[in-house]
């Protein structure tokens, strides 16, 4: 059962895009994780889920979670083919009546509970965008600055971590990052990372600019976005390899990653 809803005092509104292709085991438990955060922090809240034909009946699992929370929590809105991680957040950008976005992964690589921590600190400094960062320690936000809607300290939010790779698998994405960093001086410690708050507002803006369509997307949002000189902060996630199903990212990811690094470098 949904947990009991419970009166919001931050006036705020979150909404979650989820992209979706083969999570039917997934889904369901992302969605509870999600709606038990949400409504524990007295937050109003909607899950958007963007599904690319998924041949496991993904789709029919997302039509019985928005028959249990309704449709003021759950929006279907799914389409025709797997088309491209980019363009999913584009489509399910249009549908976000939430002041703040929240992407992420829907296998539970990102745990919601750092959902709380992301709108701390973004109240705490009125950030336009919050990013986890499995490699540092998150910006430093003063203890003493509390945020509307939330409880806990702004000093405790630990270091970011990586769980269930392999050595190979943590040196690609380190070796990723560093690659990144090292072209681009993006000003985050993780910008390969898909976990992220963003006020709507600059998130329609910059995804507008965004040409990138694949794995590459988050890379140019974040790049484009310190390019136009938003505020952005950092706070530190435990990053865990999914659960069930597999992998998506393969040997024509990598290729793109790195021609989309020096593509972005040639044009920002």
Do not use: C
Not at 37 to 56: C, R
Not at 111 to 133: L, S
Not at 195 to 219: C, E
């Amino acid at each position: 059962m949904p947990p009991a809803p419970t009166p919001a005092v931050n006036k705020d509104k979150y909404s979650v895009i989820l992209p979706t292709y083969n999570e039917r085991r997934n889904l369901p438990i992302i969605t509870w994780l999600l709606a038990r955060t949400f409504t524990e922090h007295n937050l109003a809240w909607e899950v958007i889920i963007v599904d690319d034909a998924s041949p496991d009946g993904t789709l029919e699992v997302a039509r019985q979670l928005q028959t249990l929370y309704g449709d003021g929590h759950i929006q279907l809105r799914p389409r025709s083919g797997k088309l491209g991680l980019g363009t999913a957040y584009v489509h399910g950008l249009q549908y976000a009546r939430g002041d703040f976005v929240v992407i992420m992964d829907a296998d539970f690589s990102h745990h919601p509970k750092f959902i709380v921590d992301m709108i701390r600190v973004q109240k705490a400094g009125n950030y336009d965008i919050v990013t986890g960062t499995r490699y540092g320690g998150g910006t430093a936000i003063p203890e003493s600055l509390g945020a509307p809607g939330t409880t806990g300290s702004l000093g405790s939010l630990g270091k970011g971590g990586v769980y269930g790779w392999d050595l190979k698998r943590k040196l690609v994405s380190r070796g990723a990052n560093l690659f990144a960093d090292t072209v681009l001086r993006p000003g985050v410690t993780d910008l390969t990372g898909s976990f992220r708050l963003y006020k709507r507002s600059v998130l329609k803006r910059v995804i507008a600019d965004t040409q990138s369509k694949g794995y590459t997307f988050q890379m140019e949002l974040m790049v484009r976005a310190k390019a136009a000189g938003y505020k952005v902060a950092e706070v530190p996630i435990t990053f865990v390899d999914r659960v069930y199903g597999e992998s998506k990212l393969g040997g024509d990811e990598i290729v793109e990653y790195l021609k989309g690094v020096i593509s972005l470098w040639l044009k920002v």
